[in-house]
């Protein structure tokens, strides 16, 4: 094996590294001083954009609900305890208002099918997609990105959200599980059932 | 260290791939992998599909999405701090709505169950004799009641000391309107022409519905039954006269 198993894709931020500096921060926000508003916003924007737009498949659905996200965060930011890390809560927030909208957006019985060109249209183009130059990677890319988004539309949300949050944003099964609510063993699971599920369609 | 055999470890190979495993299990589970091609075909497979999911993932666009999103939002909040209470308490509304219904099912359901043991309890009683409230009444029998069963028919009779015959001068009409035919009957006719009154159509009728003639003639057939049931069984010196008779038969009450 060329990679060693114990390196992680990505690391996730603990609240150790973090604490005083988001706690200052919310502190500010809690007091109105708008530009700490602004600050949390922004540090916070391409995080809640990106996995609302992973979680509905949507651009516009996205932006409306990272404003959402953002306006309940200043409305709820008094009940912030400091008991998860402030991006665990927001990932929570932002997770509770993409199931409602998905539930809305579902009973009004949306196309879950995902072309490849509207993928491409509605989520913008791939990470590497700038970065190779050769037609046909490219081709291949945009095929195989549409599949693995159309399986992933598929999937029950809860699974989706998991495999999502583990994967692309790389959090931990901790993380994770505080985030969503729900034991680490859920986590596990809903991981070890969606990998089945993607696995199975994508191979 | 024994090596582990793939189905004890299977469950571990996604914690072992998201890097969620510590101590003796990686060694263990780094041991089987690479003596075990189905399962270092397994973890492989797993590391791909999150490679094809990070790599479909969406990269940011030139002109970001968020731009403005910071100032929508302030604007927003600011707007909000300054709205008024019936807005708060709309979009309070919007957030506990599946609260408030279930808050208002739950006291409806209160309400009407108050509303209904009141209307129970304290309402006006049935006066139809054939109605279900009725029905239920009359199938309770009293502790000093007899049961009586008379072809697979059931009644039962109560009796007490109510002093001189003469006093009830219904009782001393219904001895007239037996006549001697009457008296050849046997008790299976008395019980059949009996129940054909009290009960017609498997429906009790109660004494007081009936018309006088109708009432005296029942009596009569009653006291014939009694002569016949229970002068033979029980010696009864006193003057005994009948205040009530219930009659539960078998009723059917149609569907709705």
Known sequence: MAESPLVKPFRALTWSDTSSADWALVQQCAAGDEVACTRLVTDNQRMVYQLGLQLLGDPQEALDLSQEVFLRVFRTLHQFRGQSTLRTWIYRIVVNQASNRQRWWRRRRRSLQVAIDDYVTGHGELAEWRSFASPDRLLQQRETAGRVWSALDDLPFDQRTAIVLREIHGLSYEEIADSLGVAVGTIKSRLARARTTLRAVLV | MMFADCASIESDLGPFVDGELRGP??????????????????????????????????????????????????????????????????????????????????????????????????????????????????????????????????????????????????????????????????????????????????????????????????????????????????????TVGTLQVRFSASTSVRGL
């Open chain 2, 25 to 238: 299990k990686v060694l263990a589970i780094l041991q089987h992998v690479e003596r075990c091609p189905n399962c270092a075909a397994e973890v492989d497979a797993m590391r791909q599909l999150g490679e094809a999911l990070r790599t479909a993932a969406p990269a940011d666009p030139d002109a970001p999405a968020w731009d403005g999103l910071a100032s929508t939002v302030i604007s927003r909040t600011r707007a909000e701090a300054d709205e008024s209470w019936y807005s708060v308490l709309r979009r309070g509304g919007e957030d506990w709505h599946w609260v408030i219904v279930g808050a208002g099912s739950f006291a409806a359901t209160v309400v009407s169950t108050t509303v209904l043991s009141a209307i129970l309890a304290f309402g006006p009683r049935p006066e139809r004799g054939d109605s279900l409230s009725a029905l239920i009444r009359n199938s309770e029998m009293p502790v000093d009641a007899v049961p009586a069963y008379f072809d697979h028919e059931a009644m039962y009779l109560m009796f007490d000391d109510i002093g001189p015959m003469a006093s009830r001068g219904e009782t001393q009409l219904a001895r007239r309107v037996v006549d001697e035919s009457e008296e050849s009957l046997t008790e299976l006719e008395v019980v059949d022409e009996l129940l054909a009154r009290v009960a017609p159509k498997g429906r009790p009728v109660e004494f007081e519905r009936m018309g006088a003639k109708e009432r005296r003639r029942t009596e009569a057939l009653l006291e014939r039954m009694n002569q016949l049931r229970f002068s033979r069984l029980v010696p009864i010196s006193a």
